[in-house]
């Protein structure tokens, strides 16, 4: 089955700084990678989502980006405010069969 | 619209006992997933419902399961409750593949 590699496992960054979080996955057949964020007491909400046809994808400050034949994908947020300060998670799956596999996350801290 | 409920948000249970989760997925969704959410082994998938028939299954033992109903709610029971247990259960709702979750179910096992 699937495994979802994700590193760094934290990471803490001056405001305003960017931060890049990597994932790697096992399985060729995935095609499908989301990344959730998540906030203390709270569940985790997507942020953004790539899908294997697309090399990369920016909205505002976050984009993601792919690379099918070394199998990793990796987040990148631009401009870090405290309020980017959460738990963030990758995941893998293909799409329409099998379910979501998560990486186990990384603690970003952004630092006024 | 309405974002995806899970009720109760806290529960404190005994060893040996059994708990029903509920989950109310964001209207017109029809699949609901659930996991489960501890700090040792991060997100892992209990199972996903469509249309009330399971379509994926985790590895979970049996004392797991769930169902779904006719109006998309969904509920997980766990039978004689284990201190390993204790854990956030999210539940997530989806239209096609991205999913939306709950903020959780935080269940604790004494």
């Known amino acids: 089955g699937e495994n979802v590699e994700q590193h760094p496992s934290t990471l803490s960054v001056q405001e305003g700084d960017s931060a890049v979080i990597k994932c790697t996955y096992s399985?060729?057949?995935?095609?499908?990678f989301p990344w959730y964020k998540q906030e203390l007491g709270k569940g985790p909400q997507l942020i953004i989502d790539?899908?294997?046809?697309?090399g990369e994808k920016k909205d505002q400050r976050i984009a993601v980006t792919l690379n099918k034949t070394a199998k990793h994908f990796s987040l990148h947020i631009t401009e870090t405010q405290p309020e980017d300060s959460a738990v963030y998670f990758c995941?893998?799956?293909?799409?329409?069969?099998?379910?979501?596999?998560f990486g186990k996350g990384t603690r970003l801290s952004v630092i006024a | 619209k309405a974002g995806v409920t899970q009720t109760p948000r806290y529960l404190i249970k005994t060893r040996g006992q059994q708990v029903t989760l509920s989950c109310s997925p964001i209207?017109?969704?029809?699949?609901v997933s659930w996991y489960q959410q501890t700090p040792g082994q991060g997100l892992q998938f209990l199972f996903e419902?469509?249309?009330?028939?399971?379509?994926n299954k985790g590895n979970f033992p049996g004392r797991f399961s769930g169902r779904q109903f006719s109006n998309s709610r969904s509920e997980m029971n766990v039978s004689t409750l284990e201190l390993g247990d204790s854990a956030l259960y999210l539940c997530?709702?989806?239209?096609?593949?991205?999913?939306?979750f709950g903020p959780g179910t935080r269940l604790t096992v004494l």
């Open positions: 419902y469509f249309s009330e028939t399971q379509r």
């Open positions: 995941a893998a799956s293909t799409e329409g069969n099998t379910p979501l596999v």
């Open positions: 209207s017109g969704h029809r699949s």
């Open positions: 997530a709702s989806s239209p096609h593949n991205e999913q939306f």
């Open positions: 399985d060729s057949a995935s095609n499908y």
């Open positions: 790539i899908r294997s046809n697309v």
